[in-house]
């Protein structure tokens, strides 16, 4: 992918639909009170202290969605639960990517309904849409960082471009951020500004869920966390998928096709099967489903 197509796609993820003329500089840094003038005071409710944990922040009601003939989901229904991690399983092209894509709005449902904390995403107007993708972040497949950047620059892009902080904050919440990912100063110096081309593979998977925290989002989005990457980058990466979920109360989707992964993260998993998630429960009630259709998935007998 080129820089140009880098930069559209995490602009889009970021806040499509921004009006023209606002650049999203200034006014647009991450506040309750913003997301409670966006979306009223319901909203603004729950992020103070009157949502407790196994409060829903996103549901799916009914949710309908094809591209032409192709069916995905067919009377989809799912939650996810403040501070929970949940992980998505399903079979190749079923509709995990989809998911996380219909959750911020980068897709929208053909019927049905997605909620962000009651309210549908599809009634949102561009302000109030670009409040949730502050507080929701997506972690591209294979990282998506912006190849001319630094390290640096990448991790603090999005504060640079919706935020007022200052170049000092802007580093010095880069710097944070890495440290949260195991690439801080005193065993990395100097990755700040190093260009994406000079790390491995592992690294750029650090750095990817290093800038998608930056902003301090409230739910962070995994897609395929950890595709690619040896087994024991796989444990790092999940390692700390576990460690921003509990030292940063963040709520986490990880879809994922790596069931070792899959279980050492999960509170909750949600398995994709024909169009729905018809099996949804805890990590142990999960592992111990009789289904057929969950015990081969599972056991590694279907894709
Ligand atoms: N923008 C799009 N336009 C047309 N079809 C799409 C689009 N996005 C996804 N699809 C189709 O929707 C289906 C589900 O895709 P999705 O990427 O969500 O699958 P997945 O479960 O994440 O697959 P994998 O595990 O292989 O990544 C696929 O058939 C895919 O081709």
């Given at each position: 992918m080129t820089d140009d197509a880098q930069r559209r796609a995490l602009e889009e993820s970021l806040h499509?639909?921004?009006?023209?003329?606002?650049?999203?500089?200034?006014?647009?840094?991450?506040s309750t009170s913003g997301v409670r003038r966006a979306l009223g005071t319901t909203i603004g409710e729950f992020h103070g202290n009157s949502c407790g944990l196994g409060e829903v922040v996103i549901s799916f009601e009914d949710v309908h969605k094809s591209f032409g003939k192709n069916?995905?989901?067919?009377g989809m229904n799912l939650d996810v639960r403040l501070g929970e991690t949940l992980t998505i399983i399903g079979g190749s092209g079923q509709g995990k990517s989809v998911c996380l894509k219909l959750m911020i709005g980068l897709l929208q449902a053909d019927a049905g309904k997605v909620l962000y904390y009651g309210h549908d995403v599809a009634d949102m107007d561009a302000e109030a849409l670009r409040q949730v993708r502050m507080r929701v972040s997506m972690v591209f497949q294979g990282g998506a960082l912006f190849d001319s950047m630094t390290i640096g620059q990448n991790v603090g892009y999005a504060l640079r471009e919706h935020t007022d902080m200052s170049d000092a904050e802007i580093r010095e919440r880069a710097v944070e951020s890495l440290e949260l990912v195991g690439l801080g100063p005193s065993t990395h110096r100097g990755i700040m500004d190093?260009?994406?081309?000079?790390?491995s593979g592992g690294m750029v998977k650090r750095v990817a869920l290093a800038r998608s925290i930056a902003l301090r989002p409230e739910v962070i989005l995994y897609d395929e966390?950890?595709?690619?990457?040896d087994p024991s980058n796989c444990n790092r990466i999940a390692r700390m998928i576990r460690k921003l979920q509990r030292e940063l109360g963040v709520t986490s989707i990880v879809v994922t096709h790596d069931m070792t992964t899959a279980w050492y993260v999960a509170d909750r998993v949600a398995m994709l099967y024909d169009k729905q998630f018809p099996f949804v429960d805890e990590v142990e009630a999960f592992r111990a489903i009789e289904n057929p259709v969950v015990r081969d998935f599972i056991e590694g007998r279907t894709s």
């Open positions: 499509p639909g921004m009006g023209a003329g606002d650049d999203g500089r200034g006014q647009n840094s991450p069916t995905v989901y067919r190093q260009v994406p081309a000079a790390l966390p950890t595709t690619g990457l």
